[in-house]
Structure formats: C-alpha cells, structure tokens
C-alpha cells in the first residue's frame, strides 16, 4: 500500500511543484490547487488509518492544512467561487509546501 501512496504523491508533487516558477503558481487555477491537496489529504488520511503518521507529525500536518483552508476560503469568496480564477501565490506556495510534508511523511 506504501508505494501506491507514494507514486500518487509524486504525481501530485510534479503538478505543483516542478520546475515551479512564480508564474506557474501565479496560474494554477483554484480548482488544480484544490484538487491536488485533496488527493494528498486522502493518501494522508490512509496513512494515518494504517498507524504511519506519529501524532506529532500529525499535529503539524493539521496546523498546516487549517493554514491553507483559511486562504483557500479567501481566495474562493475573492473570486466568487469560479474555480477558473487563477489561485493566489500564496495558496499555491501553502498548497506545495503541504503536499511535500506528506510525501516526506509517507516516503
């Protein structure tokens, strides 16, 4: 189960994260940045299910993710729910830095 949690990681850390440049984050829309967190969310959600993640990490993971989903509801009432809209470069940069805490977690 660990490498299929891994490999999708890796997927989703490609998509947000390579060869990242501030106007490839300035141009993911809302929807891509929401999206790949909550497939990161749920591979994360397996892993503590199967006792992989201490609740230390946990507790980290938790104060990150309260981080990206107070800007993610800005940035949703900001662009009055168009998912279309270009997600802000911090969301984008908290969203990145979330979803490689997890990968660093369950590698």
């Known amino acids: 189960m660990k490498p ?7 997927i989703i850390l490609a ?9 490839r984050t300035q ?3 809302l929807a891509t940045v929401m999206v790949s967190v909550d497939a990161a969310m749920t591979a994360y959600g397996d892993a503590v299910r199967l006792g992989l993640v ?3 990490d946990q507790r980290t993971v938790k104060q990150k993710f309260d981080q990206y989903k107070r800007l993610e509801r800005a940035a949703l009432q900001a ?3 168009d998912l279309e809209t270009a997600s802000p470069q911090q969301l984008g940069l908290l969203a990145s830095q979330l ?6 977690l369950l590698d």
């Open 4 to 10: 299929i949690l891994v490999l999708a990681l890796a």
């Open 15 to 23: 998509t947000l994260t390579g060869c990242q440049t501030t106007e």
């Open 27 to 29: 141009y993911q829309t």
């Open 54 to 56: 201490d609740t230390d």
């Open 79 to 81: 662009a009055q729910f």
């Open 99 to 104: 979803t490689l805490q997890i990968a660093q």
